[in-house]
């Protein structure tokens, strides 16, 4: 059984790198970032929307504010934005630094006084800006510019932004979910910080640690623990192994699940006014079911009960109707999350390596069942076939 063996090795090593990559990119901070030409800052916010940060330093002597506003934009052919609004806050009315890729693949970055959401013109803006350059890399567009503001200035309204594509050289409007809405706040120039750090920063750590326990729990560990039971049971190597092994991964699931089931909760909590029906309810229900399915191991009857073979299409009904509604809703979380789209590739890759290895499985399965039932014909084996009668039953746990 190698093929086997490697095939699980397989499944486990991508369960693994995945979980790493997001470990790695939950540990990202502006702290950890790095310019080309030396470029360094005396402050950096981890802003709390649209994957955004923001290095800056303020001269009081020379009133110019230094900065790189990094940001992913909404696509490769979209474009970021950082602005000040001298006079409210929100987008309109700023005075923006916008930043895309022109027709010929170079970074532009140019400056927009940002009069309405219709009306966006390149045109000089209320503040004198010099060292202005772009760069992209690793999916991200960066902003590097030097502003003269008025003298004693010690705070001001930021606001920055991310669009999906530039038509003829004009930025298109930006899409209105909350993460764009609610993406601007206070830069205090004096204390070196921006208002939006704390609860903001508070809020997105608890977006991706519930994304993370939600996928690996319902989107990664459950998949994996019901193809343990479905496929290591039909081969005797593997009893009775793969029933502890089926547990364990089935019930440490179940602990993440709830766990991010929680954060979930919390998050709602937080963000009064903006709901996910879909996504909600959907979670409420996984967490329903799967309560129920971990209940209905301590009223597992023995095998030859009467009542086994109805608590069979009890157990795996309920088991699949999780599978797929947990997937279903790692996919409604990651357009709400909105990450980078390297980690729902990375995903459904994970996915369609589990279905394929899932579709040789079964192949194999029903190889070796035919086979048994051919050899053995009044034997039945773990319940597999039904000596009475001949039929193929259920597979039973």
Known sequence: MAWLRQSLVLVALGCLSLLLQIQTSLSLTCSSQKFTKNRLYSHCNDLPHLSSYLHWTYNSNKSSLS?????????????????????????????????????????????????????????????????????????????FATLALPENTQALNQVWQVGSKVVDGKPSIHGFQPDN????????????????????????????????????????????????????????????AWFYLHVSCQVSAYAIGVAGWATGLKLGGQSKGVQYTTHRYIGITLFSLATLQVFALFLRPKKDHKYRFYWNIY?????????????????????????????????????????????FLEVITWIVVVKRKSSEPKKAYDGIIDSSNGRQQPLTS
């Open 67 to 143: 900065l790189a506003f990094i940001a992913p934009p909404a696509s490769s052919s979209g474009w970021i934005a950082w602005a000040i609004n001298p006079n409210q806050t929100g987008m309109v009315g700023s005075q923006a630094l916008i930043a895309f890729k022109e027709d010929s693949g170079s970074m532009t970055v140019k400056t927009y006084n940002l009069v309405s959401y219709k009306l966006i013109n390149q045109t000089e803006i209320a503040y004198d800006v010099s060292d202005m350059e772009a760069e992209y890399e690793s999916g991200e567009m960066r902003i």
């Open 181 to 240: 809405l609610n993406s601007k706040g206070k830069l205090d120039l004096i204390k070196g910080q921006s208002d939006t750090s704390s609860g903001g920063n508070s809020r997105l750590r608890n977006k991706n640690i519930h994304g993370v326990l939600n996928a690996v729990s319902w989107g990664i560990m459950l998949p994996i623990g019901m193809m343990i039971a479905r496929y290591l049971r039909t081969f005797r190597l593997f009893h009775p």
């Open 315 to 359: 157990h795996h009904g309920i088991g699949y109707a999780i599978v797929v509604l947990g997937i279903f809703n790692v996919f409604k979380g990651l357009e709400i999350l909105d990450p980078q789209k390297k980690w729902k590739s990375a995903y459904i890759i994970l996915l369609i390596i589990l279905g394929g290895i899932a579709l």
